[in-house]
């Protein structure tokens, strides 16, 4: 696993901003990182012409800058450097893949907003654009790691998902499961009876797991559940029986294969990036 060592949070002075922060400090801690940039972007385009006059003597960058200083002064505990930076630009997602890149940045956390008020950052844009890791954080997120699920499609590519869970075990002690959904293919279902097509598919799926966890030699305890999508699509099972399941962590890929209904396929990894997740979502890059 690559080392993180500067990570971004993306701030907007929304109710999510404490939540982010707490989160930052908890896996700055946890992971030794060296810096938390804190990030706000004044989209000073969307202020009315009515306020022009008003804000025309003010310092935004200043008030804003200090406003989040105390703020982060405030919640940010661990003993990592922090700095917050404050800038305008029109594309918020442009600006912070900037910073990704000037600070080389490992792990971006922003906030899951899909069912909230406010300006957010979070998108299908930025998911493609960003070649760090990303770490999105429900307002309702709390900073721990107790019980983590890692998405495989057993690909090669998915090994890189089971580093960051190994080394997340490591430093939280959090148990860890190897997770894959699947649908039957429709194109086979009127010609073989479901209940065998099922039982088919989770035998050699069964196989391949065993094949896979044998070959990334992970280190740690790893247990494996392979859960049948039914009716519903993967990223939507996948979402209900997490939270059912009390799961603090979900880490899936950026891509993958696509064999049945992979948990690395890019429109699921979308889907599950802008549904209203109760658990925090890292996508591995």
């Known amino acids: 696993m690559t080392e993180i060592k500067n990570v971004l949070v993306a701030l907007?002075?929304?109710?999510?901003d404490s939540t982010l922060i707490e989160y930052a400090s908890f896996i700055a801690e946890t992971l030794k990182v060296k810096k938390?940039?804190?990030?706000?972007?004044i989209k000073k385009?969307?202020?009315s012409e009515l306020f022009e006059e008003q804000l025309r003597d003010l310092n935004l960058d200043e008030i804003i800058g200090d406003e989040l200083?105390?703020?982060v002064e405030e919640k940010f505990t661990s003993s990592a450097q922090w700095e917050v930076l404050i800038s305008e630009d029109p594309y918020s997602e442009s600006l912070i893949n900037?910073?990704?890149?000037?600070?080389?940045i490992q792990l971006a956390l922003i906030g899951n907003k899909n069912k909230?008020?406010?300006?957010?950052?979070?998108?299908?844009?930025?998911?493609?654009?960003?070649?760090?890791n990303i770490l999105s954080i429900p307002k309702s997120a709390k900073p721990?790691?107790?019980?983590?699920?890692?998405?495989?499609?057993?690909?090669?590519?998915s090994k890189k998902i089971f580093e960051v869970a190994e080394n997340l075990q490591k430093t939280t002690a959090a148990k860890v499961k190897a997770v894959h959904v699947y649908n039957v293919p429709v194109q086979f279902s009127p010609y073989i009876q479901k209940e065998h097509l099922d039982l088919k598919i989770e035998n050699h799926l069964k196989e391949k797991n065993d094949k896979f966890i044998e070959k990334i030699g992970f280190k740690g305890e790893l247990t494996t559940e392979i859960i049948p999508g039914r009716d519903s699509g993967v990223a939507a099972k996948l979402r209900s029986k997490a939270e059912n399941s009390k799961v603090d962590l979900i880490i899936v890929g950026d891509k993958g294969r696509n064999t049945f209904s992979s948990l690395l396929v890019g429109s699921v990894t979308d889907e599950l990036f802008n549904q209203d997740?109760?658990?925090p979502l890292w996508i591995v890059k």
């Open 12 to 16: 907007d002075l929304s109710e999510i």
């Open 36 to 41: 938390v940039y804190f990030v706000h972007n």
């Open 45 to 47: 385009y969307e202020i």
């Open 69 to 71: 200083n105390e703020k």
């Open 98 to 104: 900037y910073i990704v890149d000037k600070y080389e």
């Open 116 to 132: 909230l008020k406010g300006t957010g950052v979070v998108s299908g844009k930025l998911l493609r654009l960003l070649k760090c």
């Open 144 to 157: 721990v790691i107790t019980n983590i699920w890692a998405g495989t499609d057993f690909s090669s590519a």
């Open 277 to 279: 997740l109760e658990v």
